[in-house]
């Protein structure tokens, strides 16, 4: 079965400040299809930035982006210029692709981002 | 708008009552799952179907049944409450054919059983 870690149960950044929020996985799939999901207190999951495997070139939506290390099997999430909008729960989030549509999740990494 | 419906938002059992937690999504997605979400253990699979008539289990399904008569509704059926089975629920979709969309999800259900 895949597994997903991320290291970092909390983390803290000012306001403004970059921050990295770490993610491992482990597969012997060749191309598979990796997510950051964002948890407010309002307990909606939202998509913040996804990666397919196959595409080497790092994804990224405004101030995130991602360093995919395919080798490392590693999917860390920079937020740049961190708002205090961004405090939430962080969830990486692992899908194999091909027939199997199962969706796998880290335990999460609650940010805090201080004025 | 477009998306999950969960109902309800919350909820409080006693134990060994049974109850039925609803999902329904109007984007035609055919894969649905129910995850559960606690504290440290970020979100489980419970069970997940992909089309009508057929659902499988996932990490987490004692406790737990499924039902998928339609492709817009997948409820989440609680035989016989425990207090093991405080959590945040939530349903999911997604659509097969683009699984760089990720999912959609519900807003979730609170439950308490006491």
């Known amino acids: 079965a895949q597994t997903v870690t991320q290291s970092q149960p909390e983390m803290s950044v000012q306001e403004a400040e970059t921050v990295t929020l770490s993610c491992t996985y482990d597969t012997s799939e060749n191309n598979y299809y990796l997510f950051w999901y964002k948890q407010p207190p309002s307990r909606q999951m939202i998509l913040v930035i996804r990666?397919?495997?196959?595409?080497?070139q790092n994804a990224t939506e405004n101030r995130f982006s991602v360093n995919f290390q395919k080798a490392a099997k590693s999917f860390s999430l920079k937020i740049s210029d961190s708002q205090l909008g961004d405090t939430a729960m962080y969830f990486c989030a692992f899908n194999e692709g091909g027939s199997n549509y199962k969706l796998t999740f880290g335990k999460g990494t609650l940010l805090t981002v201080n004025p | 708008n477009a998306g999950v419906t969960q109902t309800p938002k919350f909820q409080v059992l006693k134990t060994g009552q049974s109850m039925t937690l609803q999902c329904a999504q109007d984007?035609?997605?055919?894969?649905m799952s129910w995850y559960r979400q606690d504290p440290g253990m970020g979100l489980r699979l419970i069970h997940y179907s992909v089309g009508a008539g057929i659902t499988d289990q996932g990490e987490v399904p004692n406790g737990y049944n499924v039902s998928r008569s339609t492709t817009e509704d997948f409820p989440l059926r609680l035989l016989s409450a425990a207090p093991s089975q405080t959590s945040v629920y939530f349903c999911?979709?997604?659509?097969?054919?683009?699984?760089?969309?990720?999912?959609?999800f519900g807003s979730g259900t609170r439950l308490t059983v006491v």
């Open positions: 999911a979709s997604s659509q097969m054919l683009d699984p760089l969309a990720g999912y959609t």
């Open positions: 990666q397919e495997a196959y595409k080497q």
């Open positions: 984007m035609n997605h055919e894969y």
